[in-house]
């Protein structure tokens, strides 16, 4: 169960929560959800995407059932420190796309006394960790993992597999380019496709 931060007067920094898993599993729902809460409270947020991102559009942060939140499209990590000045609360979606200067980023941030919210995937379509997101786990207070449910086995499903024949590592998409897929699922899927190979 993921639990705020106290705020404590004396100490006046922020801290890093990181909301990692696979496609569909809720990431950015689950983001929304806790700018939303801070909005509510009055707290002065602003949300980040990388600029490649223009799957449902280039201005909003979209969930896939169509929740959405404004958001400033960004080409790379360093553009954020300047346009989060005097903020609470910065988001930050679709992490693993960002350069690793995002780690750097996400810590100055937080070391000024910002809560920063964080949602990505934690492995790319063949498994592996993506991008920084490794690191941006291992600085962050506080780690989500959400988990979407096996199209194939309907158990919990932590992996992206893609079910187009595109082997870029990004790949921007959603039900036609993946599916997501638990160990044995993906495990099946994978040896299945090397016998063709």
């Given at each position: 169960?993921?639990?705020?931060n106290?705020?404590?007067?004396?100490?006046?920094?922020?801290?890093?929560?990181?909301?990692c898993?696979?496609?569909f599993?809720?990431?950015?729902?689950e983001?929304?959800?806790r700018?939303?809460?801070?909005?509510?409270a009055?707290?002065?947020?602003?949300?980040?995407?990388?600029?490649?991102?223009?799957?449902?559009?280039?201005?909003l942060?979209?969930s896939?059932?169509?929740n959405?939140?404004?958001s400033?499209?960004?080409?790379?990590a360093?553009n954020?420190?300047?346009?989060?000045?005097s903020?609470?609360v910065?988001?930050?979606?679709?992490a693993?796309f960002?350069?690793?200067?995002?780690?750097?980023?996400?810590?100055?941030?937080?070391?000024?006394?910002i809560?920063?919210i964080?949602?990505?995937?934690?492995?790319?379509?063949?498994?592996?960790p993506?991008?920084?997101m490794p690191?941006?786990?291992?600085?962050?207070?506080?780690?989500?993992?959400?988990?979407?449910?096996c199209?194939?086995?309907?158990?919990l499903?932590?992996?992206?597999?893609?079910t187009?024949?595109?082997?870029?590592?990004?790949?921007?998409?959603?039900?036609?380019?993946y599916e997501?897929l638990?160990?044995?699922?993906?495990?099946?899927?994978?040896?299945?496709?090397?016998?063709?190979?």
């Amino acid at each position: 169960m993921f639990l705020e931060n106290t705020v404590n007067a004396n100490e006046q920094f922020g801290w890093i929560e990181v909301i990692c898993g696979s496609m569909f599993s809720g990431k950015t729902e689950e983001l929304i959800r806790r700018l939303k809460r801070a909005q509510f409270a009055q707290q002065k947020i602003e949300i980040f995407k990388p600029a490649i991102d223009l799957r449902y559009d280039d201005q909003l942060v979209t969930s896939h059932d169509q929740n959405q939140i404004p958001s400033t499209p960004v080409p790379a990590a360093a553009n954020i420190p300047m346009l989060a000045d005097s903020c609470d609360v910065v988001g930050i979606d679709e992490a693993q796309f960002f350069d690793d200067e995002i780690v750097k980023v996400c810590n100055d941030l937080a070391n000024r006394g910002i809560r920063v919210i964080v949602a990505g995937l934690d492995m790319d379509y063949r498994g592996n960790p993506f991008g920084p997101m490794p690191a941006l786990m291992a600085t962050a207070e506080y780690v989500t993992k959400v988990h979407a449910i096996c199209t194939r086995t309907g158990n919990l499903a932590h992996y992206s597999y893609r079910t187009s024949k595109e082997d870029d590592l990004l790949l921007l998409g959603e039900k036609e380019n993946y599916e997501p897929l638990s160990r044995a699922a993906y495990f099946h899927a994978n040896k299945k496709n090397n016998k063709k190979s």
